[in-house]
C-alpha cells in the first residue's frame, strides 16, 4: 500500500485547493455553514475513487473531471450536516457539528445548500454532455438512495431483531451506492463503455459497504481524539450495527449499554466481543466483500489506477481512522 | 383570463397524474412522507410556467418535457417541507406538515428525497443532452439561492430595520429564482435561443416575485380553511414583509402583534393598513414587477402561450388562494 497513501495525500490536496477556492471565506452566515464542515478535513475517499475510476477508464481523465469529484464530496458531507441533525451528533471531524456551531435551521440549509452545489460541479466537468446527464441521474439516484438508508437506519433504532440481511440492505444504500456513484460517475465521464462503468459502479459498491462495516467498527474501537467523532456512539443511541447483529447471534446483548460509557467500560465490552470471535466474524464480513469487488475489477484492464482502486478496498477494511 | 384557469387545471391534471403515477401508494413510511404534501394539491404554477415556456418557444414541446414540469413541482415541495421544519408550521395545503405528522428526521429525508427526485426527472425529458446538462444547472442555482432566501427571511425575524430593498432581494432567492429557473428550464429544454431563454428567465423572476408579495398578502387577508394554511402566521412570527416594511414606514408597528390573534383582532390590523394606504402600496410593487415582466415577453413571438403567460403574471397578483 505504499503508493497508495501518498496518492490519497495528493487528491486530499487537490480537493482541499477547490474547497478553499469556491467555498471558504465566502462572505455570509449560511456559506459559513455550508463550509464549516467541508474545510474541517476529512480524507476525500469518494473523490478518490471518482479519480481513479476515471484514469482506470482513460488515463489522464481525471484532471478533466475533478468538478465531479469534489461533487461527491460535497454531497457526501450534505448527508452528514443533515445526519448529525437527526442524530443529534455533537462532534464531526473534530469539530463541532453545523447544527450545534449555528441552529437546526442553519443546518437544513446548509446541507441543501450542498447539495445544490453538488450538481451544479458535476455539470463543470469537461466531458460530453451525455456523460453529464448520465453522471447527473446516478448521482440523483444515489441521493435518494442514501435517504432512504438513513431512514432505515434510524428506523432499526427501535428494534432488536435486525438480522445481517436487513443491515447489509441499509448500508448498501446508506455508503454502497455513494461509493458507487463515484466510481461510477469516474467512469462515465471518463468515456467508459457500458461494462466498464457497470464494473467500476459494482467494485464501489461492494467497497463502500466494506468502509462502512469499518466505521463502525472505529466508532466502537478508536479514541474519539483520534476518530474527529464521540467514541461509540452506536453503543450509546442503541444503533443496529453488524457488530450488534453478530452479537445478539452468540448471545451478547449490546442493548443494554444504550447510555454514556467510560472509555474503561468500551474497553470492557470491546474484550467480550473479541473472546466471542464477534469482531473476527465482522471483519471477515468486511475482508469478504472487498474480494468480490476486486472480481469486478478483472473487467477492466490492468493499470497502475486499477492497482490503486485495489488497494483503497483494502485500505477501507484494515484502517484504523 | 377566460383561458387560463382551465388551462391551469388541465396542466394541475398532468403533474397529479404523474405524482399518482411515481409517488403514491409507494410502500415504506419515507415514501409516503415524500408524497404526503406533493399528493395534497397545490396549484401546480411552477410546473405550467415550464410548460407555457416550453410552448412559447417551440409550440408542442411541452409534452416532451413533462418530467421538467414535474421537477418543478418536486424541488418547490421539498423547499415546503424543509421551510415547515424550520419555521415549525403544522398546516400546509390542508393538511399537517410532514415533520408534524411523522418527526423531524422524517421531513429532512423527505424533502432530500424529493430534491434528488428533481433532478432525476429534469435528465427524463425528451431534450438534447447539451439543454438537459443546462437545465440542471439552473435548477441547481435556483436551490442554492433559495436556500440562502429562507436564511435571509429567517435573519430578518430578529430585526425591526429590514427594508424594501432588502426584502426584494429575499423575495427574489426565496420565490422569485424557482420560477425563474421554471421559465428558462421550459425554454432551454424547448430548444429556445440565449436571449430567448433569458427573457423567459427574467419574466419568471419577476412574476416570481410579485407572486411571494400576494402571498404575503394572502397569509393575511384569506381564512385559513381557503388558504389551507395558518391564518396570518407572518404576523404571528414577526416575519419581515412587504406589509411590515411598508406599514412602519407609515408609523404602523406590526410587530407588536407578535402572537396568537383572533380572526376579529386581524380583521382590525386588515382594516388599520387599508386605511393607512399600505395594502394599496403593497399591491401596486406587485402589479409594477408583472407589468415590467411582460415587457421580456415582447422578445417572444406572439401565441397563444405568450398570452397565457401573461395571463399567469396577472393571476399572481390578483389572486385569492
Given at each position: 500500500m505504499s503508493d497508495l497513501l501518498p496518492y490519497l495525500e495528493s487528491v486530499a490536496q487537490e480537493i482541499d485547493h477547490m474547497i478553499d477556492r469556491?467555498?471558504?471565506?465566502?462572505?455570509?452566515e449560511l456559506n459559513k455553514a455550508s463550509a464549516h464542515l467541508l474545510a474541517?478535513?476529512?480524507?476525500r475517499l469518494r473523490p478518490a475513487v471518482v479519480m481513479l475510476a476515471a484514469d482506470a477508464v482513460k488515463r489522464g481523465s481525471s484532471t478533466e473531471i475533478l468538478p465531479a469529484a469534489l461533487a461527491l464530496e460535497l454531497t457526501h458531507t450534505f448527508t452528514l450536516i443533515h445526519d448529525d441533525i437527526m442524530d443529534d451528533d455533537m462532534l464531526r471531524r473534530g469539530v463541532q457539528t453545523v447544527h450545534t456551531k449555528w441552529d437546526m435551521q442553519t443546518g437544513i440549509l446548509a446541507g441543501d445548500v450542498l447539495y445544490a452545489r453538488a450538481f451544479e460541479f458535476i455539470c463543470m466537468s469537461k466531458a460530453n454532455d451525455k456523460a453529464k446527464v448520465r453522471a447527473v441521474s446516478m448521482l440523483a439516484h444515489a441521493c435518494a438512495d442514501i435517504c432512504e438508508g438513513q431512514h432505515m437506519d434510524m428506523s432499526f433504532?427501535?428494534?432488536?431483531?435486525?438480522?445481517e440481511y436487513e443491515y447489509l440492505e441499509m448500508v448498501k444504500k446508506k455508503t454502497g451506492v455513494l461509493y458507487a456513484a463515484a466510481a461510477g460517475i469516474g467512469a462515465v465521464l471518463a468515456g467508459g463503455t457500458v461494462s466498464q462503468v457497470k464494473a467500476l459502479y459494482l467494485f464501489g459498491l461492494k467497497t463502500g459497504i466494506a468502509f462502512q462495516i469499518r466505521d463502525d467498527l472505529i466508532d466502537l474501537i478508536t479514541l474519539a481524539e483520534k476518530s474527529g467523532k464521540d467514541r461509540a456512539s452506536d453503543l450509546r443511541e442503541g444503533k443496529q450495527t453488524l457488530i450488534m447483529i453478530k452479537a445478539r447471534e452468540k448471545g451478547?446483548?449490546?442493548?443494554?449499554?444504550?447510555r454514556d460509557l467510560t472509555d474503561e467500560e468500551i474497553d470492557g465490552v470491546i474484550k467480550e466481543l473479541t473472546d466471542a470471535g464477534v469482531i473476527a466474524d465482522v471483519k471477515k464480513v468486511a475482508h469478504d466483500l472487498v474480494e468480490e469487488s476486486n472480481k469486478h475489477l478483472s473487467l477492466i484492464l490492468p493499470s497502475k489506477e486499477r492497482q490503486l482502486l485495489m488497494e483503497i478496498g483494502e485500505f477501507f477494511v484494515t484502517r484504523s481512522y
Open positions: 469556491y467555498f471558504v471565506d465566502k462572505v455570509g474541517a478535513g476529512g480524507k433504532t427501535h428494534r432488536n431483531d435486525v438480522d451478547i446483548d449490546l442493548l443494554k449499554y444504550k
